[in-house]
């Protein structure tokens, strides 16, 4: 397989952003990453997709109820090619309206934290959990992240010049759930993104463009395996990229903290082989393999508590035991020991 580095949540002046598509797409380009795609809010821009820059550009859209107050259940919508926002109303709907068109809706910062600065820093969490049948969660959203730091006025100016200062991982909340929703015997695939808007922050005579396209695209991203490397074949291409983001097999990584291109989570049973979002029936015991591109604290976690772990570059472990396994990779970047990659499940039956 072959992997590619993906962004999937930013928005432009179609609802809230402050760049233009082909202009994200060479902020992106500069970043290294190989496709994005553009969620505005409610609106789903047709005719856009295609390579700019030398990078995938796709769009779905970000849909929530503008009625519904305070605001909650932000859905990220892609490859539905249709307007989805007229079923906001109905999460339900919403969600089973996406999978008759073949498209894939994900829960978008589903826990969230205000800050006390401004109304326009409110938490926009995900409330209604009854609902089915989503592809998956947004398990780590850099501007939900950052957002939840400040917490006062000279926070926000100091984070605003030195961002990475507040980036550790996702919350812990948000990763409890989504453990909790795979122990219900569901699929539920992981993704991280930026949620950029290229936001311009206001402090007295401080004004400055907080957390940009191109600063952005160099911090948390989805890491895809595709079966071939893109082409100039846009509609192969495409298909490829959501093939694998309905499968899960993907992993988010903190690309900031250090490169995580090149990590690998495997597992084998006899001649069965299996990679992230993808079910393994053992044939005795299985081995996993975890290789990083660098030093890391490895944890392998099984049903959601850590199985095994290592500090290294690789962990290689025997078992016999069925279940849901994961990876959570940290390191020390800036002082702190913050979170850097995480894997989607291998499932062992």
Known sequence: ????????????????????????????????????????????????????????????????????????????????????????????????????????????????????????????????????????????????????????????????????????????????????????????????????HGAVFHLGPIRRTVLPYEYLFGCVNTHLLIDRPLSSDVTRDKAMIFDALRNGRCFVGYDRAGDTRGFSFNAKSGAVRATMGEELRRAGAVTFSIQLPARGRIRLLRNGETFAAANGKALELTTVEPGVYRVEVKRVFRGWLRGWIYSNPIYVR
């Not at 202009?23 to 390579?51: C, K, P, S």
């Not at 539905?80 to 073949?102: C, H, W, Y």
């Not at 989503?134 to 010049?161: D, V």
């Open 1 to 196: 397989m072959v992997e590619i580095v993906a962004n999937l949540h930013m928005h432009t002046p179609y609802s809230d952003g402050a760049k233009f598509h082909r202009e994200i797409a060479a902020d992106a380009a500069r970043a290294g990453l190989d496709a994005i795609i553009v969620t505005d809010h409610n609106v789903w821009v047709n005719g856009i997709d295609g390579y700019h820059s030398g990078v995938l550009v796709l769009t779905g859209e970000e849909v929530h109820d503008v009625r519904r107050l305070p605001q909650c259940n932000h859905c990220l919508i892609y490859n539905a090619g249709d307007e989805m926002s007229v079923f906001a109303g109905n999460p339900q709907m919403l969600i089973d309206e996406t999978n008759k068109r073949g498209g894939l809706a994900f829960f978008a910062h589903p826990f969230e934290r205000a800050s006390p600065l401004s109304d326009d820093y409110m938490a926009i969490p995900w409330q209604d959990w009854q609902v089915r049948n989503n592809a998956g969660i947004e398990i780590w959203n850099t501007m939900t992240e950052f957002k939840a730091r400040l917490w006062s006025w000279p926070a926000a100016a100091l984070y605003a010049f030195l961002p990475s200062l507040v980036i550790f991982g996702p919350f812990a909340q948000t990763l409890k759930k989504w453990d909790a929703l795979l122990a219900e015997g569901r699929r539920v695939v992981a993704i991280g993104n930026s949620d950029a």
